[in-house]
T-cell receptor
Framework: QQQVKQSPQSLIVQKGGISIINCAYENTAFDYFPWYQQFPGKGPALLIAIRPDVSEKKEGRFTISFNKSAKQFSLHIMDSQPGDSATYFCAASQKMKTSYDKVIFGPGTSLSVIP | NAGVMQNPRHLVRRRGQEARLRCSPMKGHSHVYWYRQLPEEGLKFMVYLQKENIIDESGMPKERFSAEFPKEGPSILRIQQVVRGDSAAYFC?????????????FGEGSRLTVL
């Protein structure tokens, strides 16, 4: 129930295309859904996040779509660029009894944007 | 550099030796998470600590692994009697205390290789 599923495992998109990564969860206690971006040899960094009281959030070329009833959310990268080539992790967070946020990550999607 | 600092960046150990990984959180952060990243498996939660307290160690293997975050100094993840299966990248992330929906700030990781 703590698992966050993510697909596809890898994705190749042409420059200018749309990259779409999908995630799903089971635990209804999750109430915050961030996406992290990781470049080779670096640590993950927060890209964009959404709370389940909204169905969509957009920041520049990055959009999260959230379907609470289906317990699914996705990341769309519009006008994909070679510099977007990285590994993307979706995550889900819940407040624990000890009042901290436990953040569970999906297995990641390796995105390659080709010129 | 005010970011999360991890050292060593790379560590090679022979089977049976001990590995100590250190993490200094961002200035002003007193909460630390440790995650393990295996190829194709994403980031697996290991432990969450506040200064001088282990809050959630549900992701830590029961044997050989321990973590601490003393009042002074960095957080330390200790792996005793390492085995080949411990080879992985270990990331720590810090966050501010008492905030929900907070961003996790990751270090660049410590890559452990067990020969």
């Amino acid at each position: 129930q703590q698992q966050v599923k993510q697909s596809p495992q890898s994705l190749i998109v042409q420059k200018g295309g749309i990259s779409i990564i999908n995630c799903a969860y089971e635990n209804t206690a999750f109430d915050y859904f961030p996406w992290y971006q990781q470049f080779p040899g670096k640590g993950p960094a927060l890209l964009i996040a959404i709370r389940p009281d909204v169905s969509e959030k957009k920041e520049g070329r990055f959009t999260i779509s959230f379907n609470k009833s289906a317990k699914q959310f996705s990341l769309h990268i519009m006008d994909s660029q070679p510099g977007d080539s990285a590994t993307y992790f979706c995550a889900a967070s819940q407040k624990m009894k000890t009042s901290y946020d436990k953040v569970i990550f999906g297995p990641g999607t390796s995105l390659s944007v080709i010129p | 550099n005010a970011g999360v600092m991890q050292n060593p960046r790379h560590l090679v150990r022979r089977r049976g030796q001990e590995a100590r990984l250190r993490c200094s959180p961002m200035k002003g952060h007193s909460h630390v998470y440790w995650y393990r990243q295996l190829p194709e498996e994403g980031l697996k939660f290991m432990v969450y600590l506040q200064k001088e307290n282990i809050i959630d160690e549900s992701g830590m293997p029961k044997e050989r692994f321990s973590a601490e975050f003393p009042k002074e100094g960095p957080s330390i993840l200790r792996i005793q009697q390492v085995v080949r299966g411990d080879s992985a990248a270990y990331f720590c992330a810090s966050t501010m205390s008492g905030t929900r929906y907070g961003e996790l700030f990751f270090g660049e990781g410590s890559r452990l290789t067990v020969l």
